[in-house]
């Protein structure tokens, strides 16, 4: 059994900032080390649908959404098995629930912003951004 479990999550003003953590634990994916899985942030604000926010693959590679490309940064620890979400100069548009999902297919970059693309999620942690 995997497991994803977030954490980090919490209220905070407009301009702030927040860390997110995202630890897997359980059985290798596809008897591949955690530095090979592509792990993946999306979040979903109420009444939205869940959207892509950023991603991580082949150890260094990232990729963002636009809208927090320059104020979230994307980070691993492989010797921890967890990735890391840093949001800083948050928004309340930011607002949401956070999930981290994982993947071992390779995948192009496109690839990495779709939701079924990955087969492993973690339960969420919610970020709330007042103004």
């Known amino acids: 059994q995997v497991q994803l479990v977030e954490s980090g999550g919490g209220s905070v003003q407009a301009g702030g900032s927040l860390r997110l953590s995202c630890a897997i634990s359980g059985r290798t994916l596809s008897g591949l080390t955690f530095s090979r899985y592509n792990m993946g942030w999306f979040r979903q604000a109420p009444g939205k649908e869940r959207e892509f926010v950023a991603a991580?693959?082949?150890?260094?590679?990232?990729y963002y959404t636009g809208s927090v490309k320059g104020r979230f940064t994307i980070s691993r620890d492989n010797a921890k098995n967890t990735v890391y979400l840093q949001m800083n100069s948050l928004k309340p548009e930011d607002t949401a629930v956070y999930y981290c999902?994982?993947?071992?297919?390779?995948?192009?970059?496109?690839?990495?912003?779709?939701?079924?693309?990955?087969?492993?999620w973690g339960q969420g942690t919610q970020v709330t951004v007042s103004s």
């Open positions: 999902a994982a993947d071992t297919d390779y995948r192009t970059t496109s690839d990495l912003r779709l939701m079924e693309n990955y087969d492993y």
């Open positions: 991580s693959w082949s150890g260094r590679s990232t």
